[in-house]
Structure formats: C-alpha cells, structure tokens
C-alpha cells in the first residue's frame, strides 16, 4: 500500500486543484492520499468527490503554520473538525497574516527595480484561500523575473533575502491544543528540513508529545538520510507515528513528486486510531476517512 500523507492543492500554493490533485495521486499508484493545504480545509470537499469517483483513500488533513521557541514549525493536523472555534480561530489570524504581508513583499520587489504588482500577485493566486510568498513568486515567474519558484525564493523571498517579510504564526503548543480539541491529531512537518542545528530537538520533541503531539514526518525530501534515521529513533523512542511524505505542490516544487517518500501501512493505522481517540474525547462531529484499502 502507498500513502502520501502530505500534499498541497491551489487551495492553498499548489499548482493543481483538488480534484486534479487527487486523480494524479491515483495515476501515480498511490492507494492513499492525504489534502493538507496551508491553515485551510477549503479544498477538503472536491478532493472528497474526485477521491470517490476514482477509488483512492483519502485523509483530509491541514498544514498549520506555527512558531516554537522563536523558530518556525510547521503542523500537520488530520481529521480536525475545522469549525472548532479555537481552530478555526487560529487559522483565519494566521491566513490573515498571509494576506497582509503581500503588499510590503511587493513594496521591496518594486525597491529593487522589479515591475511587480498586487494585481499580478492576484491573478495567479485565483481561488487559493490566501495569497503568500508562493504566488509572489509564480508572478515573478510570469513577468520573467526568475525561472521558477525555487530561484525566487533563493534570491528574494526566503529569510534573509532583500524581499522577505515575516508574518504572524501562531504558537505552537496552542495549536496542538486546537488540533486536539476538534477531534484531530497533529504530526510535525519536516523538522529538520530547513534547518542545520537539528531543532526542534529530542528533549523538545518529548515536551511536545507530552503535549499530545501524535508524531513526526520522518521520510521527507528535504531530509537527508542519516537525519531521517535519527528522527526515526527518536519517533521510536517516544512513541510517536512516524510519517513520510512527497509534500507535493505540483510544478511549484521541484523533486516532490507525488508518492517520492510514503507512510508506512503500519504508522497510517496507528495514526488514524488515534485520531479516532480524539475524536472520541473532543465529541466533536469529525471528517472521516475515505475509502481506505
């Protein structure tokens, strides 16, 4: 069985919609896909339909961006009941951060010489649930700026760079807490991939699992290896899921294609008994899984 557990539709900053996400997993042999758009549920329902119609399980699922200790984190949260009000809450503050910092990126693109409009961001965002940095860059790619998204992150977009802006995101530990109240569990996305110190640590993973962090996406492309390896140990050690993934954007990210890392059968089925518990706990009326093998 093939699960990839973390995709992203134009809902969010993929480049496919739902429906056309969900038909390429199936074309691509996988048995089992998961839809966790960035801090939105908004593409659950087409991916729902198309999943049907074309026989593949599906997780519906969220990718919630959060900070830790002053470091970013990303959360994946699947089977949350998304009309939570705590969740629900915390996701429109954070896709409204997303929104407002679009004319101040715009603002230091248009300092550096480059003919770049709001307008341009606007019409490549189209029915995503909010326009970011992403669609900043497919503008980019459309004025021929720059070749594709890659390059405009490295030269302007990411921290560091003459374009970047910061945003709000939301704390970490309360988003566990939101995931947890409607119903869902949480997994961390891709710890270590963006990052060379290896935070959040061991000790910070255990804090966090006692916290009722359910586990840790392990098989990830921007991991290497021997990094894969320990955060197994540690996933071993605590007792969390360990996960894998494509984090798949479509053609707005290069080498994640759909199915490139997968879940094991074994770590889906420990996850969705626990997100049972949880829904159980919360009582709150949750998604279900679809059509699983």
Known sequence: ??????????????????DELVRAAAAAGLDVVALTDHDTAEGWAEAERAAADVGIGLVRGMEISTRHEGQSVHLLAYLPDPTYPPLAEGLTRILEGRVSRVPDVVARLNALGIEITEADVAAVSGDSAASGRPHVADALVQRGVVGDRTEAFTRFLNPGRPAYVDRYAAPLTDMIDAVAGAGGVSVIAHPWGRRSDERPDAATLAALAERGLAGIEVDHQDHAPAARERLRAIATDLGLVATGSSDHHGTGKVDHDLGCHTTPPEQLHRLLELAAAAAARSGRATPQPLLLP
């Open 1 to 18: 069985m093939r699960i990839d557990l973390h995709t992203h539709s134009r809902a969010s900053d993929g480049t496919q919609s739902p």
